[in-house]
Every structure is written in structure tokens, then in C-alpha cells.
């Protein structure tokens, strides 16, 4: 796997630039609260995937970065998500497959498993309107921060974050609209996740991305790039290429969208050409 604030940089450029793409075609920008919010929703969604690496759950220790987003609640959900990952990976694996003991990065893996989740929020969004969408972003917001903050995050870290990511749910409490449904939520969603399992592929550890179908006799075959190829994880491409390039995306596609921060940017372009 990539690093956390890699998968976090990635859902979020893939969210602002499906933003803009949208923006584009239909001509119906979003209000750059909106916009804030399925950029985050992405950008946490980018991370979910990994909440099937579950810890000791009693011992409140070990479990992936985003596993302990929200304490031993997270860890918990994180255990749950690995052993039922790991039945259906029993339950549905061919002899060829590999024998598991743990179903990390297997169904939350793929990409069936993404888009139905992304599908599934899309409808309660659309059904129950703002309560939901401010639900997953309380949940997205901190699995994102938590994300781009795994390098500093202590032990106690998940007590700052579980407020962070409350305040941003507070915030989209006081300033979305109420009188609509967010159907496009689902989409930040299952594009988060596949998102997700790209940045897995790079590196040497593959993904069962088209699971159930089989591919050479094993329906859990994990597809990524040849180990010749595959981005060391921490490493210099990573860093100095990857990182800052979808950091770039990010902001252009920002700035392409919000009307003031495209005006800060010609006039910056301005600035710097006539001095
Ligand atoms: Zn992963």
C-alpha cells in the first residue's frame, strides 16, 4: 500500500477533478461548500478500503492507520470488516486461490465491492438527504485526516480527530442546503475506493480488483503492475513525483471550479509577469 496521505492526495484530486469534469459537461457548478464536501468524502472514501486491517482490538493496539481513526470504535468495525472479508473470501475462493488466515485487502479490495457501497450511499443520500451526507462526512473527514496526518498521529490522536471531524460535520450542518438529496455523494464514494485500490496496485502488493471473476482458475487473482514497475512505497517517485502531481491536479481543477480562487491565481499569473 501506498501511504496514507498519498491515498488521501488521490481521492481528493480525483473528487475536484471529477468535480470539474462535471462542472464542464453539464455547466452546473457546485458552490464551493459542496465542493469542500465531496472532496473530502472522496478523499476519506480513498482510505476506507484499508479499514479491513483490523488490530487487537482489545488490547486497543496495532490495525491499520485508518483502522484506529476513531479509537478502539474504529478498530472494532475494522475487525468485524476483516472476518466477514474473510468468510466471503472462503466462501467464494476456487482451489486455486491461495489459503488465507486474514481478509485484508480482499473484498473491500475490489472493485464490485466499491461501486455497490458507492451505489448504497448514493441511495440513502437521496433518500434521507442531509442527516446521511452529514453522517459520512463526519466518518470520510476523519478517515481522511487521519490519513494525511499518519505520520504525527500518537495514540491519543483519534480523540483530536473525532473532533475535527465534527466540527466539519457541524459546519455542513449550518451551511448545506436541507431541501435536497446528494446522489453524487455515492459517486465520491465507490470513486474513492477505487481510487484506492490503483494507489494499491502501483506498489508490489496486487488487488483482486474483478472479483467474482475468475482470472486464471482464482477468482481472488491480485492484478498490479510488475514488481519491475511497482512504486517502492515511501520512496523517492512516490515523494517527489506522485504526491506533489496530484497535489497539482487538486489545485488546478480548484481553481478551474471556484470563480475567487481562479481570480487569485490570474492575478498571482499577472503579478509575476509584469514584475
Ligand atoms: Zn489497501
Not at 500500500?1 to 464542464?24: D, I, R
Not at 487473482?221 to 512516490?238: C, I, L, N, R, Y
Request: with cysteine; glycine share 12%.
Amino acid at each position: 500500500m501506498v501511504m496514507g496521505p498519498t491515498h488521501a492526495v488521490s481521492g481528493a484530486a480525483a473528487g475536484l477533478a471529477g468535480a470539474g469534469a462535471t462542472a464542464a459537461s453539464l455547466g452546473d457548478r457546485q458552490n464551493p461548500g459542496e465542493l469542500a464536501v465531496y472532496t473530502a468524502v472522496c478523499a476519506g472514501s480513498a482510505l476506507l478500503p484499508d479499514l479491513d486491517c483490523s488490530g487487537a482490538v482489545l488490547k486497543n493496539k496495532g490495525g491499520a492507520t485508518v483502522a484506529r481513526t476513531f479509537g478502539v470504535v474504529s478498530l472494532f468495525v475494522a475487525e468485524v470488516v476483516e472476518k466477514f472479508a474473510l468468510l466471503v473470501y472462503r466462501l467464494t475462493s476456487t482451489r486455486h486461490d491461495e489459503k488465507r488466515t486474514n481478509g485484508h485487502r480482499t473484498l473491500t479490495h475490489t472493485w464490485l465491492f466499491n461501486i455497490l457501497l458507492g451505489f448504497g450511499v448514493g441511495a440513502l443520500c437521496e433518500h434521507f438527504g442531509k442527516p446521511v451526507v452529514v453522517g459520512i462526512l463526519f466518518f470520510t473527514f476523519g478517515l481522511a485526516v487521519r490519513g494525511l496526518m499518519a505520520d504525527v498521529a500518537r495514540k491519543s490522536g483519534w480523540i483530536l480527530i473525532t473532533a475535527l471531524a465534527a466540527a466539519a460535520a457541524g459546519l455542513a450542518i449550518l451551511t448545506l442546503p436541507a431541501d435536497r438529496g446528494y446522489p453524487l455523494l455515492g459517486l465520491a464514494v465507490g470513486a474513492g475506493g477505487v481510487i484506492h485500490t490503483l494507489g494499491d496496485m502501483i506498489t508490489r502488493h496486487g488487488c483482486p480488483v474483478i472479483w467474482p471473476i475468475i482470472w486464471r482458475r482464482q477468482r481472488w487473482w491480485e492484478f498490479g503492475v510488475p514488481d519491475a514497475f511497482a512504486v517502492k512505497v515511501d520512496g523517492w517517485f512516490e515523494r517527489v513525483i506522485l504526491l506533489p502531481a496530484l497535489v497539482i491536479i487538486g489545485f488546478a481543477a480548484t481553481a478551474w471550479m471556484v470563480p475567487e480562487v481562479r481570480q487569485l491565481v490570474d492575478s498571482a499569473v499577472t503579478l509575476a509577469s509584469s514584475g
